[in-house]
């Protein structure tokens, strides 16, 4: 019944091929470093605003200020920056460049 209301809906049903594990990983670890790195502030929340504005100050601390060793030791922006320019962000420049 659930396939045929998707169906029915013209909606796409997100699956992950069989036997294969690994689709879902990136979202799984962004979701996993999200609920731990939050974990303290949620009993202090009192109302949807508390929830939202906690969110998005930790998504763009994450895409801007989080560095990640995959990525270089860059933060995910920075690392966009770096793959579609070919050129270090700012900050790095200064903190690798012959003195």
């Not at 169906?7 to 690994?22: D, V």
């Not at 731990?36 to 100050?57: G, S």
Request: proline share 5%; hydrophobic share 30%.
């Amino acid at each position: 019944k659930f396939r045929e209301l998707i169906k029915n809906s013209l909606l796409r049903q997100s699956m992950s091929r069989r036997g294969n594990c690994w689709d879902n990983a990136p979202q799984e670890s962004f979701f996993g470093h999200m609920k731990d790195e939050l974990d303290p502030y949620i009993k202090a929340w009192e109302a949807f605003d508390d929830v939202q504005y906690r969110i998005n100050d930790w998504i763009n601390y994450y895409n801007n200020d989080r560095y990640q060793v995959q990525l270089q030791g860059m933060a995910p922006n920075e690392y966009y920056h770096y793959k579609v320019t070919n050129q270090l962000p700012s900050a790095l420049t200064m903190k690798y460049s012959p003195k």
